[in-house]
């Protein structure tokens, strides 16, 4: 099976984390720090709070925000779970903003107006979390400009956008929102097996969020209490989790984000390639927009609408039966049986349900070879023939 995403390593990757296991340090060593200021420095963010997984570094981002109970949190609709998890973590309510059809992303004027009635009735979110679909940015200078007219923080969700860009910008430079966090999951694009990151340019944020990634314990004399104490003592000022990110991992990571231009590149050439051999085969790829370049962590396309042969479900089984590891990206979260027992329904969203309709992720990652993608298109030439 040619599966949808996965990873690529290298002998540098495992020569960096056998080093690893051959120092001194298995966790809280030098490693994660030198990782977090790579990824810093590559996004042009001020700080970086590395965490064992991308939910971990929504969970600490919300909690940083002030978020918790009688507050809500937007979020997309076509996303991973995650990012609806996060808000119900601490103890706020999720609401959703249907999506853009033909990007999967955050829908501008759906946002506007859903914030105009949330402004009459006094129910405005305290956050938002947009999500940047398959590696291609938000409109984060609308939704920034909104987010500051309420007085609402923003939180990216870049699970998919390390690498991207959005105005000659890196992703995770946190230019229009509070927070951006990464993920570092195998398929994603630069991997630490289980992994994630919460950059911000606002120091206060950054130190809440390291202190939440460790019991919400502070070491530093001049944050102590009692600085009566001696070297041993340390003190807990909030209620945090281990959330550490171990210096495997980080060494792993500070690997793979020495390749991740390349990962990039290549990612980019390959969906070229699908957009050219595709262009006659009735699937439309999500549209590009102007001012951003994607990481291309998927490359979704939408079938035609109606059903029959062609339908999503028939042309999946076709793909699968041909060892095409084709995927969905996303069942709609707010259909989630979870959410659903909250009260959402079918109807609540629907763009976002009209896009899962159609939707098709086609295999893509960096160690792809044009082999491996043309026995793709070539399964995609038969079940369309
Ligand atoms: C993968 C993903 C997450 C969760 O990442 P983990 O590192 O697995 O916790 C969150 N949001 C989105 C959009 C994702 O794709």
């Not at 979020?75 to 959703?96: E, H, K, Q, R, W």
């Not at 956008?161 to 990464?182: E, V």
């Not at 990652?365 to 369309?384: C, K, R, Y």
Request: proline fraction near 5%.
């Amino acid at each position: 099976m040619i599966p949808y995403g996965r990873q690529s390593i290298d002998e540098d990757d495992i020569a960096a984390v056998e080093q690893v296991l051959r120092s001194d340090f298995l966790t809280q060593g030098p490693m994660v720090p030198k990782f977090e200021a790579a990824v810093a420095a590559f996004c042009g963010a001020e700080h970086a709070v590395a965490v064992n997984s991308a939910t971990s570094a929504l969970h600490i981002a919300c909690l940083a925000l002030g978020v918790g109970p009688g507050d809500c949190v937007w979020t997309s609709p076509i996303t991973f779970v995650a990012s609806a998890n996060c808000a119900l973590y601490c103890g706020a309510t999720v609401d959703f903003v249907d999506i853009e059809p033909d990007t999967g992303n955050m829908c501008v004027d759906a946002l506007k107006v859903k914030l105009e009635a949330a402004a009459l009735n006094g129910t405005l979110p305290k956050a938002l979390i947009p999500v940047h679909f398959a590696g291609q940015p938000c409109d984060m200078v609308e939704l920034s400009s909104l987010a500051g007219k309420y007085g609402i923080k923003i939180i990216e969700d870049a699970s998919h956008a390390i690498g991207a860009q959005y105005k000659a910008q890196h992703i995770g430079s946190c230019a229009y929102s509070d927070i951006t966090i990464f993920s570092f999951h195998p398929v994603k694009i630069i991997t630490t097996a289980e992994g994630g990151m919460a950059l911000t340019n606002d120091a206060a944020l950054a130190h809440k969020m390291s202190a939440l990634r460790q019991h919400g314990i502070v070491k530093d004399c001049a944050e102590l209490q009692d600085k009566s104490q001696g070297p041993w003592y340390y003190e807990q000022h909030s209620l945090g989790f281990n959330y550490r990110m171990t210096e495997i991992q980080a060494a792993l990571g500070l690997s793979q984000i020495n390749k991740l231009n390349h990962f990039i590149d290549r990612r980019h050439v390959l969906a070229d390639h699908y957009d050219d051999r595709l262009a006659g085969l009735l699937l439309t790829p999500l549209r590009r927009k102007a001012d951003r370049f994607s990481s291309f962590h998927l490359y979704v396309v939408s079938l035609p609408e109606g059903g029959g042969p062609l339908s999503r479900k028939a042309v999946f089984e076709a793909l699968r039966e041909k060892a095409i590891g084709v995927q969905v990206h996303y069942i709609p979260v707010h259909l989630q049986p979870f959410y659903r027992s909250l009260g959402f329904k079918a109807g609540d969203m629907p763009c976002a349900e009209r896009f899962y309709e159609t939707a098709i992720s086609l295999p893509l990652f960096s160690a792809m070879g044009q082999d491996t993608q043309n026995e793709v298109i070539a399964a995609l030439e038969s079940v369309f023939a």
